[in-house]
């Protein structure tokens, strides 16, 4: 019989970080991600310029999202779907709860209509 040795498994803001990240931009309709500008951001040393914050309390996670989407998309079905993606992604691959997945739509990318 096999014995397990019971531990803690901590896991880094970057992983939580970067699962929101691919999350996000796997979802139809997203182009990247927004620099996340001043204010209360600064404080954070992590993730305060490449589009997502993550908070953690307990088991918890909160997340806002900066995004800058595509031309010609439905806005609140991309937001959506994000939400959910990355919802499903932290759930499943961490297994914390998540509390919220706010989406702050910065821009839309025109520069594929420029030639």
Request: charged share 25%; no cysteine; net charge negative.
């Amino acid at each position: 019989m096999t014995e397990y040795i019971q531990g803690k498994t901590t896991v880094s803001p970057d992983v939580l970080m970067t699962i929101a990240r691919l999350s996000a931009l796997s979802v139809p309709g997203v182009s990247r991600l927004a620099p996340v500008s001043g204010g209360v951001n600064r404080l954070f040393k992590r993730g305060s310029g490449d589009g997502v914050r993550i908070e953690t309390e307990e088991n918890m996670v909160y997340v806002d999202l900066h995004l800058v989407l595509q031309q010609d998309v439905n806005i609140r079905e991309v937001s959506r779907n994000v939400q959910q993606n990355v919802a499903r992604a932290v759930q499943e691959m961490v297994g914390m709860d998540v509390g919220y997945v706010n989406i702050h739509i910065e821009d839309i990318d025109y520069s594929d209509s420029e030639a």
